[in-house]
């Protein structure tokens, strides 16, 4: 038995006819013919009714087929990995995506470093929420995703690359900022201001406030009254806006402190206690689906695109906060 029958057998089943199966697969219709009736012989059964008009498959013909397309798949992948790991350098596609919160300020800096370390790689990417970054990439529409774990879906697998640690950013003149580090214990929930459902980031927020179930509506002064406002930011820019304006505080994490706040807004975060509380960041694929180069290299070129400060608080005592899936 041979790949190359394998072959011939897939383009009868999908043209149903031996002629233009032939044509196909560029070959004579004696030779296709000769090699199909050799894979007959092998497996004592007939693959194809050849009575009918067009050709039909036999129901061992369909078992047959089935498999053969499984054989062909993890064939191509074996000639994939076999053909990256004589090269170097990576080629070709990879579809990946990345959640809103990480995005702006991890996309710029990785995309960057892939192009020096694999120019030869096109990268197609997009920028979407957990759920999806998780249908895509068990439905096979994307290769990887970038995302905050751990998810808990046994049929996704998650290799961490770094972890970001979450700051308190509170509003001028709120009491909280004479503390130099403030526990989470601390936090009065009527005031976080968090983001929409759907953001895996508003999950972590509410996990370490331990305000998943916020019955109390946020008002200007932080406290519960008619006039009340209850809001669900769409970006972590909107949410330091708000504060800014109606008072209270949210979190963020350590990219967004270091990246869009300017020094005086700097002034108005302050750390969590040890150990201080971060969001693990993976790269997530289908489980047993072989794109280890693809991984290592999304992954040796985060590492390398990491601020000095970032790679250094991976070695401290952390709390990693977990995804509260739907």
Not at 182 to 203: I, P
Request: proline share 7%; net charge positive.
């Amino acid at each position: 038995m041979t790949l190359t029958q394998l072959e011939y057998i897939i383009a009868v089943s999908e043209l149903r006819s031996f002629y233009r199966a032939a044509e196909k697969c560029h070959v004579t219709q004696p030779t296709l013919s000769q090699q199909i009736k050799k894979l007959e012989d092998i497996f004592g059964a007939k693959i194809f009714d050849r009575s009918r008009k067009p050709v039909e498959l036999t129901p061992a013909g369909v078992t047959l087929v089935t498999q053969a397309r499984r054989v062909l798949a993890e064939a191509a992948t074996m000639r994939r990995i076999i053909d990256e790991g004589a090269t170097p350098t990576l080629s070709g596609d990879v579809r990946l995506a990345i959640i809103p919160t990480l995005a702006p300020f991890l996309l710029p800096r990785l995309v960057r470093t892939l192009r020096d370390i694999h120019p030869a790689l096109t990268l197609h990417i997009e920028e979407v929420q957990t759920e999806t970054i998780v249908e895509r990439v068990l439905s096979g529409a994307l290769d990887l995703g970038i995302m905050a774990t751990p998810y808990d879906e046994p049929k996704l697998s998650e290799q961490p690359v770094f972890y970001e640690p979450i700051y308190l950013y509170y509003s001028p003149g709120h009491p909280i900022g004479a503390k130099n580090r403030v526990q989470a214990s601390e936090l009065n929930r009527n005031e976080v201001h968090v983001l929409a459902d759907g953001h895996c980031f508003r999950d972590q927020a509410l996990k370490l406030c331990r305000a998943r179930d916020r019955q109390s509506r946020k008002t200007l002064s932080g406290q519960r009254d008619h006039n009340s406002l209850d809001f669900a930011g769409g970006s972590l820019h909107t949410l330091k806006a708000l504060v800014d304006i109606v008072g209270g505080y949210t979190l963020l994490p350590w990219f967004a402190c270091h990246e869009f706040l300017d020094t005086k807004d700097k002034g108005r975060v302050r750390p969590f206690h040890s150990p201080e509380p971060a969001r693990e960041v993976s790269i997530v694929t289908r489980a047993h689906d072989l794109k280890a180069r693809p991984t290592a290299a999304v992954a040796e070129a985060i590492q390398r695109s990491l601020p000095k400060d970032l790679l250094e608080f991976q070695n401290k005592k952390k709390t990693v906060l977990p995804i509260l899936r739907p």
